[in-house]
DNA sequence: GCACTATTTGGCTATTTTGCCAAATAACGA
DNA sequence: TCGTTATTTGGCAAAATAGCCAAATAGTGC
């Protein structure tokens, strides 16, 4: 693999990792339905605010939520909300559902 | 966050996480295209074996690819072709495209 | 200015992940 | 059986990640 399509890869998988954490997931979901302050995410997760607020770093540096100022709040949105696109696969993955197989389903 | 909530969200996270990395990208990068060989793959990442059949289990113990013994070769191959999609929305982001919003561009 | 609240940052330890080497396992043919 | 090749596994050290606490920063109102 040359050094072209190594960094090509390292910055997709950048995106992909900070995907991969519950809290993450669970913050992308809950953006998902309406942007939430700090204290709002931190209370629905139950970690200290500190880790959730580092969490939140980790997904805007990565380009996936973007965040607003109103007064001493931050609130934080889905900037890419493609990434939703994640969970149905990721569900059918969970399923052991065989995509494109020979055979689709095995009775014996 | 629930018990429940928490196992759902850890399930998730452990697919997304056999995806965050490199090298396992491009894997699923070539399995795209056609089942490889272990040493195929090899050749084409440029690491000591041993670390491939690593990721490869990573990938496999997820669920995203499944491997078929042909003699003292072991091909693998994707099993669950949906993650690709996790590509265009990965490009996207990378682009910084920002979705839904309310100014799609800015001129100044 | 001070006090108060919301959030971020620094620092620390514990845990997890990565990648190499060497050894083990498996399949094949002589 | 032995030798050879393909792959996996065990073990280890280096690096990255996670989460807590405490301290710093920022905004608001008095």
Redo the contacts with the bound molecule.
């Keep these: 693999m040359d050094a072209r399509t190594q960094a090509l890869f390292e910055a997709r998988a950048k995106i992909i990792?900070a995907m991969?954490?519950?809290?993450?997931l669970f913050i992308v979901d809950q953006l998902s339905k309406t942007e939430r302050?700090?204290?709002?995410l931190?209370d629905a997760i139950g970690?200290?605010?500190?880790?959730?607020?580092?969490?939140?770093?980790?997904l805007k540096e990565a380009g996936i939520i973007e965040?607003r100022?109103q007064?001493?709040?931050?609130?934080y949105r889905l900037r890419t909300p493609c990434v939703l696109n994640f969970f149905t696969c990721v569900e059918s993955v969970l399923r052991g559902e065989i995509q494109e197989s020979i055979e689709p389903l095995k009775k014996s």
Excluded at 20 to 24: D, G, L
Excluded at 37 to 40: F, G, K, M
């Design positions: 990792k991969a954490h519950p809290t993450r302050c700090v204290a709002d931190t970690v200290d605010m500190s880790t959730v607020s580092k969490h939140l770093s980790v965040d100022k007064g001493v709040q931050v609130y």
